[in-house]
C-alpha cells in the first residue's frame, strides 16, 4: 500500500491539513516475494551507480534495502537527480515494488568542439 500522491509513502496512517478540498487515495497493490530492481546511468561515460556490498541489478526479496551511490565520473560531470526527480545520493531502494531507475549526470565544464575542414 502507498499514498497516490506519496509514492513513497508505506505508512497506512497520514496527518491530513484540512484547509479546504482533500482528496486522498490508498493504492493498494498485490503482496509479492521479490521485486526487481535496475539502475543505470543516463549517459556512458558521465558516471556511474555503485551499490553498497558492490551488488548487482535483479531480483531482491521483498523489504530487501539496496543502497545505490551516483558518481561522477570526474570533476568535468556531476549527478543532478534520479529519474524518479529524488535528488539524495546516496538513496536507498526498498524491494517494496519493481524499479528502473537512472542516475542523470550532466557535463559541467565547457566543451571544446573543433571544426574539420
Do not use: K
Request: charged fraction near 25%; glycine fraction near 6%.
Amino acid at each position: 500500500m502507498y499514498w497516490e500522491d506519496e509514492p513513497d509513502n508505506h505508512n497506512p496512517e497520514r496527518d491530513v491539513v484540512m484547509n479546504g478540498d482533500v482528496s486522498l487515495t490508498a493504492v493498494f497493490v498485490a503482496i509479492r516475494s521479490s521485486y526487481d530492481l535496475f539502475w543505470n546511468a543516463n549517459v556512458y561515460g558521465f558516471g556511474n551507480i555503485v551499490s553498497e556490498n558492490d551488488v548487482d541489478c535483479g531480483t531482491f526479496d521483498r523489504g530487501e534495502e539496496i543502497q545505490l551511490t551516483a558518481v561522477p565520473a570526474s570533476e568535468n560531470y556531476e549527478f543532478v537527480r534520479w529519474s524518479d526527480g529524488n535528488t539524495a545520493n546516496p538513496r536507498t531502494l526498498v524491494a517494496n515494488r519493481d524499479y528502473d531507475i537512472v542516475a542523470e549526470f550532466r557535463h559541467t565544464g565547457s566543451v571544446l568542439l573543433s571544426q574539420y575542414y
